[in-house]
């Protein structure tokens, strides 16, 4: 489904007849087809179906400009804005997908030859975490055939949510897991034996399970 812009400037407040107005670009067009949305401190990005991803930097009912036009007009999926000079786009055409660099300027730079062929997929471990017993035991299994079937796709597989001291060995000692995420936990652990001596223990734990069977 792919949408027309509109844009109020009286939105959120106390008068409940909020007015709502279309949004145009630079040549009076109404901007249509609108596939994402992104504001940032440098203003309100519009990427469309047709591969134009286009600005309003100024007040809400300013114009909007073209800043990125994809070379094959791809349809504009995600929009990532580091700055006013710097952002990320990513497009797609019949499901292929091409990555992009961007000044929002007109220099744009395809990284697409940078993505790797498949991504990364990553286990949630938080049921896993929360059971115990034989429940733990059947959960545990099932994080295990996940992971092999992520390895026969060749598909890295990730794992990560809940993982503790206590629970990152049986974890850890599946060989097709290729990385843990584990953050939460560390830091606060770190409130009560710092940040240095958490990660020490758990970097241990993990290379001891490397060597264990379960």
């Not at 503790?164 to 850890?172: L, R």
């Not at 970097?203 to 001891?208: A, E, F, G, V």
Request: glycine fraction near 8%; charge should be negative.
């Amino acid at each position: 489904m792919f949408r027309q812009l509109h844009v109020s400037d009286n939105y959120g407040d106390l008068d409940p007849n909020v007015s709502w107005k279309e949004s145009l670009d630079t040549s009076g067009a109404s901007i249509s087809d609108v596939t994402a949305l992104v504001g940032h401190s440098s203003g309100m990005y519009a990427g469309t179906r047709d591969g134009v991803i286009l600005l309003n930097s100024g007040a809400a009912t300013d114009a909007f400009a073209a800043v990125f036009t994809h070379p094959s007009g791809d349809e504009i999926i995600a929009i990532a804005v580091a700055s006013s000079t710097l952002g990320y786009v990513i497009s797609s055409s019949s499901g292929v997908l091409n990555l992009y660099s961007t000044d929002w300027g007109g220099t744009d730079t395809n990284l697409t030859t940078n993505l790797p062929a498949k991504a990364p997929v990553e286990l949630h471990t938080g049921t896993y975490c929360d059971l115990s017993g034989a429940a733990r035991i059947t959960e545990l299994k099932k994080v295990r055939a996940a992971a092999e079937l992520a390895d026969q796709m060749g598909i890295e597989c990730h794992a990560g949510h809940g993982l503790t001291f206590d629970t990152v060995k049986q974890i850890a000692a599946i060989p097709t897991i290729k990385e843990l995420n584990i953050g939460h936990f560390l830091i606060a652990e770190a409130i009560f034996i710092g940040l240095p001596n958490a990660i020490s223990e758990m970097k241990k734990l993990i290379r001891d399970a490397r060597l264990t069977v379960y």
